[in-house]
């Protein structure tokens, strides 16, 4: 039973570029969460997505930033022309149902690094 | 509006020595406070979380935690370090205001020295 898989773990882009951030949640959950490390900064939550349903996008950048989670497949976080204040590490989270959300039923992925150069 | 404060960016303890991780918090109404570590290359892990109840909290790999809501603080602790315990340890808050999200400290880095 594979935990939360997040691919690439790492990824280097040019300023400009777009950077795709994949996230395949555990086994039989349907709930995602995004959270972004920011150095010397705490995660911050990002985006909260249902199958094919963003629920909650509050802590998401207005613009360059978009995430979905599709009927099937990994959940994707998406971020257009990249800048150099993009570099973090990205964490995916999964848990079964919105019951569980906060109450330490998440599980986390190890996280995407990402570059920009 | 929630915040968290881990006052320490770095704390230092011999094997077999107490440590304690400090977290304080700001909240609206009662607080629901969450533990995570964060091992090298691995994703969070949960740890421990007072909901309501005994204000002294068990967690995995023998941490625990005390919540004083006159302090307004939720620090991590354990009787005896490892050193596999070394890691990054977040504290979080979630209030029960209906948003249901995690608002999470800067992290203290956490070494066990042999």
């Known amino acids: 039973n594979a935990g939360v898989m997040q691919n690439p773990r790492h990824l280097v882009r040019r300023r400009g570029q777009e950077a795709r951030l994949r996230c395949s949640p555990m086994?039989?959950?349907?709930?995602v969460y995004w959270y972004r490390q920011l150095p010397e900064e705490g995660l911050k939550f990002m985006v909260y997505?249902?199958?094919?349903?963003?629920?909650?996008e509050s802590g998401m950048p207005k613009e360059r930033f978009s995430a979905e989670f599709p009927k099937e497949g990994p959940s994707i976080l998406r971020i257009q022309q990249v800048v150099r204040g993009d570099s973090a590490a990205y964490f995916c989270?999964?848990?079964?149902?919105?019951?569980?959300?906060?109450?330490?039923?998440?599980?986390f992925g190890s996280g995407t690094r990402l570059t920009v150069v | 509006a929630q915040s968290v404060a881990q006052p320490e960016d770095q704390v230092n303890v011999a094997e077999g020595n107490p440590l304690t991780v400090k977290c304080t918090y700001s909240?609206?109404?009662?607080?629901?406070l969450f533990w995570y570590v964060q091992y090298p290359n691995r994703g969070l892990q949960f740890l421990l979380k007072?909901?309501?109840?005994?204000?002294l909290v068990k967690g995995s790999y023998g941490f625990e935690a005390e919540f004083n809501k006159s302090q307004t603080s939720f620090h991590l602790k354990k009787p005896t370090a490892l050193v596999s315990d070394s890691a990054l340890y977040f504290c979080?808050?979630?209030?029960?205001?209906?948003?249901?999200?995690?608002?999470f400290g800067t992290g203290t880095r956490l070494t066990v020295i042999p």
């Open positions: 909240v609206s109404g009662n607080p629901y």
């Open positions: 989270a999964s848990s079964q149902s919105r019951i569980n959300r906060g109450l330490g039923g998440y599980t």
């Open positions: 979080a808050v979630r209030d029960q205001t209906g948003a249901n999200n995690l608002f």
């Open positions: 997505l249902q199958k094919e349903n963003i629920i909650d």
């Open positions: 086994k039989g959950h349907s709930h």
């Open positions: 007072y909901i309501t109840g005994d204000n």
